[in-house]
């Protein structure tokens, strides 16, 4: 596709139960990341795959959350056993890293995002 | 990580040209400054990228002075739907394993 897709765009859900966020990066795009946004807030780093890499977990809240990246594609953002602090919109984004040991040079491109509602 | 600073909230009004300035004191040698823009039940769309000096695009200008401890966003005469929350970022990996912070919000009026 011509940009990165998330699903579901809306995702309510009841207290205690287990959810599955779903990304597709942009073809080719070698970095993934997923990112959470409550309302009127920023975005918080959750996860970052790179390549073959081991992801960088650093940013996940709780054991409760996981990620996985299948294939070096598809991405899935599982939160376990939700809780309403969960509520949030989540977002991905896919991007080239940077090259010549200049960090941050990736341009990330965005998904809409998937609005998670824990009630 | 650098860390940075830019103002909560600012207004403009419609064909004005409207500046942003975000502090990172601690950036590193190697750090890219990398500005988004962010409309509601959206997500950050890449405005512009800079190392260094002046960088411009179709959409916007950054300057950077030589010690690189700020950057400027410059947006020439803004139109209403500018209105948005832009944020700064600097570096590490892809310049994203940092809390993006709240950003600011840009207010065009007509």
């Known amino acids: 596709g011509a940009g990165v897709s998330q699903s579901p765009s809306n995702k309510v859900t009841e207290k205690g139960k287990d959810v599955e966020l779903r990304c597709d990066p942009i073809?080719?795009?070698?970095?993934l990341y997923w990112y959470r946004q409550s309302l009127g807030q920023g975005l918080e780093f959750l996860i970052y795959?790179?390549?073959?890499?081991?992801?960088?977990k650093s940013g996940l809240p709780s054991d409760r959350f996981s990620a996985e990246r299948t294939g070096g594609s598809v991405s899935t953002l599982t939160i376990q056993r939700t809780q309403q602090e969960d509520s949030a919109v989540y977002l991905c984004?896919?991007?080239?890293?940077?090259?010549?040991?200049?960090?941050?040079?990736?341009?990330?491109?965005f998904g809409q995002g998937t609005r998670l509602t824990v009630v | 990580l650098a860390k940075t600073t830019q103002p909560i909230s600012m207004d403009s009004y419609e064909g004005q040209e409207v500046n942003i300035t975000c502090s990172h004191n601690?950036?590193?040698?190697?750090?890219?400054i990398t500005w988004y823009q962010q409309f509601p039940s959206q997500g950050p769309r890449f405005i512009i990228q800079?190392?260094?000096t002046k960088v411009t695009n179709e959409v916007a200008s950054l300057f950077i002075p030589a010690d690189r401890k700020s950057s400027t966003l410059s947006l020439p005469r803004v139109s209403l739907s500018d209105t948005a929350v832009y944020y700064c970022l600097v570096g590490d990996t892809g310049g994203f394993k940092t809390i993006f912070g709240a950003g600011t919000r840009l207010f065009v009026k007509a």
């Open positions: 795959f790179q390549g073959n890499s081991a992801p960088d």
């Open positions: 800079g190392y260094k």
């Open positions: 601690n950036i590193a040698t190697n750090d890219y």
């Open positions: 073809s080719g795009h070698t970095a």
């Open positions: 984004a896919s991007g080239h890293p940077g090259t010549g040991g200049r960090r941050g040079s990736t341009e990330a491109f």
